[in-house]
């Protein structure tokens, strides 16, 4: 498959906990850290920009305890800092010698290549830059490290002086330099013009050349599959694009597209299915909801919603896949809409294990219920529970009734001392008996909740297990006339799969109501398989 071999020849460099820790809302702790490089290493990167030591005491912390916790398989750790500053000696620099007290074999130098930046932000002189530049890397390739050069701002300073950048690449290898990394740093480029530059700098330059770029333009990843075409080897990335203002690079679309379009083989051998396993965990540790139409990573990005589609997914599924989803741990899911026709009603049962291709009658009534409930407010799209429940009342033998509902009833009492109480009372009918049960909440919602499982549990002690996950309510506007109309979504677990339930009304109560006893009707079914 590889154009290019796995190893050295290209590098898969993850910043993850460097530049993707600068986004905002994310505060990784020293255990996010070393967790985020467990599953770096896990999917095959090359290389793990661990932090800045010296500079931030968590990243010190974390170079000490990566080296005695992380037994690395793929990746190399690599230590983030700045070259000497101006006018001190490399051996004097706190900072230089904190990058060999990391330990870390690997040491990425950040240098500024813009003239404007020389003179404004460094206030020095071009050629003491270069000065500053050669001497810490000589400095550290003295003591076995290795060292690549992040150019800080280097599109922007191609457009001022187009010579300065290889003025560096020039001195930087002469020093020992491996890579020479061309840094978009404020996001502007588009695909074109980073094309032409890399390969202008690359033919004056005849280093090896990086790319690391931001996604200002919303062209992160397609710069950085341009940059790669025209002639760069080493690609800077972080998990799910996080980063500094709009971002950076996304590493997981950039490796599936470097592998699935471009045909380089650059991660070990079956680590591209991994791709949404490690993006979603990743998500978790940073505490960001996985985005679901991620491209290869997000949950949507297999989805079909349109009847066409399914129509000719039956026929064939490469017809509207652009690659086979399980390369990437993903899966082909149907969306159930009022969009929905026969194939997407019957691709959507076969998914969940319910085949009613041979069923004409049955499907039809699905679609025809579908259409009917969407058009009130109802959706499917993120409710497979609620749908399967419907396909099973569909049959000819209707589904299993574990319980009937007689009636449930709410009360919410404000008392004098300000507390909010809220009791439930539930009547049901199962295993031949009728049961009466009440119990309070902090809601009402989470009453209904425990009056429910009190009236049930000691017939069905699969309950127990059964606990709420999630309660998303949203108002639909215009949904019948100018009322209002509530679609409530649950979330449910039994600890081995998750589930979501809908339901609708213009109450808001009725609405969690029918989310709530799907979801319970739900997870007993599950429990019977």
């Not at 890397?137 to 003591?143: A, G, K, P, S, T």
């Not at 300073?157 to 690449?169: A, E, S």
């Not at 429910?452 to 309510?473: G, N, W």
Request: charged fraction near 25%.
């Amino acid at each position: 498959m590889a154009t290019l071999p796995l190893g050295d020849d290209f590098h898969v460099y993850d910043t993850t906990l460097r530049d993707g820790a600068q986004r905002e809302g994310i505060a990784y702790s020293v255990a996010d850290k070393l967790a985020v490089a467990r599953l770096l290493d896990d999917y095959g990167v090359g290389f793990i920009e661990g932090g800045w030591p010296g500079a931030l005491p968590k990243d010190t912390e974390f170079f000490a305890r990566a080296r005695e916790e992380i037994d690395f398989k793929t990746a190399q750790l690599v230590a983030f800092g700045a070259t000497r500053k101006a006018g001190v000696t490399v051996q004097d620099d706190p900072q230089v010698k904190a990058l060999l007290d990391s330990q870390a074999p690997v040491v990425t130098l950040v240098a500024k290549s813009d003239v404007r930046h020389v003179a404004e932000a460094l206030r020095t002189t071009n050629e003491e830059n270069l000065a500053m530049i050669a001497d810490t890397v000589r400095f550290l390739r003295e003591h076995d490290r290795r060292v690549f050069v992040d150019m800080e701002h280097f599109f922007d300073g191609y457009k001022h002086d187009r010579d300065y950048g290889v003025r560096i690449l020039e001195v930087a290898f002469e020093a020992g330099a491996s890579v020479g990394v061309m840094c978009d740093t404020n996001g502007g480029m588009l695909p074109q013009g980073m094309y032409a530059v890399v390969q202008d700098v690359l033919a004056r330059s005849g280093v090896r050349l990086g790319i690391h770029c931001q996604d200002d333009t919303g062209c992160a990843i397609a710069n950085t599959i341009s940059a790669v075409e025209a002639g760069v080897t080493h690609v800077q990335c972080t998990a799910n694009g996080y980063g500094e203002r709009t971002g950076n690079a996304d590493l997981f679309p950039v490796v599936a597209n470097l592998e699935t379009k471009l045909d380089l083989r650059v991660l070990p051998e079956g680590k591209l299915r991994e791709t949404m396993r490690i993006s979603h965990a990743i998500a978790e540790i940073a505490n960001i909801a996985p985005d679901t139409h991620q491209p290869y990573a997000g949950v949507s990005s297999f989805a079909h919603k349109a009847g066409l589609h399914a129509s000719a997914l039956k026929v064939n599924a490469e017809l509207y896949n652009h690659i086979d989803p399980a390369l990437v741990g993903n899966d082909q899911r149907i969306l159930i809409t009022e969009m929905a026709g026969r194939a997407s009603v019957e691709l959507k049962s076969r998914e969940l294990g319910l085949d009613i291709a041979d069923d004409p009658s049955t499907l039809s009534k699905v679609v025809e219920r579908v259409k009917e409930m969407e058009a009130r407010g109802w959706t499917f799209e993120a409710a497979d529970a609620s749908f399967e429940l419907l396909v099973l009342d569909a049959g000819d033998q209707g589904r299993p009734q574990p319980f009937t509902v007689e009636s449930w009833r709410t009360i919410v009492e404000q008392q004098t001392d300000g507390r909010v109480l809220s009791e439930a009372t539930v009547k049901v009918h199962a295993g031949g008996r009728r049961a009466i049960a009440t119990a309070e909440g902090n809601g009402p919602v989470n009453a209904l909740d425990r009056a429910m499982r009190e009236a049930l549990v000691e017939l069905f002690p699969a309950l127990q297990s059964v606990h709420l996950t999630d309660y998303k309510v949203r108002i639909l506007e215009g949904v019948a006339g100018t009322d209002a109309v509530t679609r409530v979504l649950i979330g449910s677990s039994d600890g081995r799969k998750n589930w979501t339930t809908v339901g609708v009304h213009e109450n808001v109560i009725a609405a969690s109501w029918t989310a709530l006893e799907d979801a319970l009707a739900y997870g007993l079914l599950r429990s019977a398989d």
